[in-house]
């Protein structure tokens, strides 16, 4: 029987923020299999889809390495021929300057179910969030939107006659823009507008005029960016947002009719783990009023092979205990697991041991509850806290392929245990930084970077040094608050960046949240 094709979605993300996406495109976002993204696309829509969702990122970014648009087309066609629900999420609107055309066609060529989900472009949302109108009845009858990506193929000499100019993919070009507009008549008292990352916690704005802008902005890095260029870029100082008093506050239900400020109002907070682990985290600090940027310093993969993990569940038999002290060893486990045709049944008569809250709840969504629990939330007190005797049990642990802290193992194997370790799964440094991260903390917008592990850390610095070799992020860091979960996450942050100022009383991630609020509580009183 022939599997049922699928269908591609050509979905736009809008400006950035969560908050602008369309409820069609929520919707296909938490029913999608496959997701092809856009080097723009905010990272935090890609807690939107299942987990099991696989993620390719497909980003295109001007004078970078990127994938062919022909491989782009192949790859939507493959998982569709496949049958699977696949989202192309674009940044903006898939028909302004998304370069939907040639997908579309492999598509229908390749007789695939398609549909186009618009989305709010940038060029119109990036003036409203700067407050500046692109109509208005005296000084813009009109407003025309362009690419600057290949100036010379522009009608300079018409656009210098339009009101108001909407420019996209203008940054690299901002001087050749001027230019043309003043070789064309346009006045150089002209006003202009440079919008950058529109909508994100770490969004910018310069206003000047077209013989002021280039110096203003020399020092600067502009890409992504809206240009605005008209009269009405006058109108901002008067139309820009204002936040409201009620933004920084929460009514509460108690008997207590006064408003409460939110603990984290107010202040940024850079999130360092990995893509597919930061939902629930920056949920919590956003419940507090956090703005939440998202810098993914950890890739959780399959493991280089499966041998070792294989040969362990062939003889699960042979085991006294299961250690887990990962909620990623506990979900790469149990779904090899059920791969070799085996189900829980197969643990019967092995007992189980777990680190930490997570890791355990972990575990009971698989339908097991831990027989062992350490007290303290961090590995190293588990085998003095062991149950019973260790000598001559047999220990499985399943863990990270690259290893850990070894003195778990050596502690237990010191009390007479036998430990086998395997791999279950690798955790490794993104290749590249997230763009949104770089520019939050080049603008020095970040308030609190929060480490959950000392790998974090390390990958941190390591991502840092490679889009800055010359060291000048170091600098970046001053008056940011460093926030450690645990013990071995602050020796980390001493040695790699010389300071730790918060670390979480209980080693969670909520202990976390509350140390922070903590710390700035006392900084603020």
Not at 129 to 155: E, Y
Not at 417 to 422: C, G, H, K, L, S
């Amino acid at each position: 029987m022939t599997k049922q094709r699928g269908t591609v979605y050509l979905v736009g993300s809008g400006p950035g923020d969560a908050a602008y996406l369309t409820m069609r495109a929520q919707h296909l976002l938490a029913e999608t299999e496959v997701l092809v993204y856009d080097a723009l696309v905010d990272s935090a829509l890609l807690q939107l889809v299942p987990e099991t969702c696989l993620l390719l990122n497909v980003g295109k970014r001007g004078g970078k390495p990127s994938m062919l648009q022909a491989d782009i087309n192949t790859l939507l066609v493959r998982h569709c021929l496949q049958g699977q629900h696949v989202v192309r999420l674009k940044s903006g609107d898939p028909f302004i300057f998304g370069r939907c055309q040639a997908e579309i066609e492999a598509l229908t060529a390749a007789d695939c179910a398609f549909e186009v989900v618009p989305g709010i472009s940038s060029a119109l949302a990036a003036p409203l969030l700067a407050g500046i109108p692109l109509t208005d009845p005296v000084l813009s009858r009109c407003f025309t939107v362009l690419s600057s990506h290949d100036p010379a193929g522009l009608n300079w000499q018409a656009l210098a006659q339009i009101d108001t100019l909407v420019i996209l993919m203008g940054g690299q070009h901002l001087p050749e823009i001027l230019r043309q507009l003043q070789a064309h008549g346009r006045s150089p008292q002209t006003p202009i507008a440079i919008i950058r990352w529109a909508s994100r916690p770490q969004q910018q704005i310069w206003d000047g005029t077209l013989s002021t802008i280039v110096q203003q902005t020399a020092t600067e890095a502009l890409s992504p960016c809206v240009i605005v260029i008209g009269e009405v870029v006058g109108l901002r100082s008067y139309l820009q947002p204002r936040p409201s008093s009620l933004q920084a506050t929460v009514l509460t239900t108690s008997d207590s009719t006064s408003n409460t400020a939110l603990p984290l109002t107010g202040k940024t907070v850079l999130v360092t783990r990995s893509t597919n682990q930061s939902g629930q985290f920056t949920a919590r600090l956003q419940r507090d009023g956090a703005t939440v940027v998202e810098m993914p310093a950890l890739e959780i993969v399959p493991p280089s092979n499966w041998n070792a993990l294989d040969d362990a569940l062939a003889r699960l038999a042979d085991f006294d205990w299961l250690l887990l002290t990962s909620a990623n060893g506990v979900d790469y486990f149990f779904e090899r697991l059920a791969t070799q045709i085996r189900d829980l049944r197969a643990l019967a008569g092995i007992k189980i041991a777990v680190v930490g809250d997570k890791t355990a709840q972990k575990l009971e969504q698989r339908g097991l509850k831990p027989d062992f629990v350490p007290p303290a939330f961090v590995a190293d007190s588990l085998a003095a806290h062991f149950p019973g005797s260790l000598s001559g049990a047999s220990i499985l642990f399943p863990r990270v392929e690259s290893g850990g802290r070894d003195l778990l193992v050596k502690d237990f194997v010191s009390r007479g245990a036998v430990v086998t370790e395997v791999a279950a799964y690798q955790s490794r440094c993104p290749a590249t930084i997230d763009p949104a991260a770089l520019a939050a903390l080049q603008a020095r917008t970040v308030d609190v970077i929060t480490f959950a592990s000392a790998k974090t850390v390390k990958h941190f610095c390591q991502l840092l040094e490679q889009s800055q070799p010359d060291n000048a992020w170091q600098s970046w860091l001053e008056g940011v608050c460093l926030a450690s979960i645990g013990p071995q996450t602050t020796k980390a942050c001493g040695s790699l960046l010389g300071r730790v100022d918060v670390e979480a009383q209980e080693y969670t991630l909520e202990g976390l949240v509350q140390a922070i609020a903590q710390w700035l509580a006392t900084k603020q009183t």
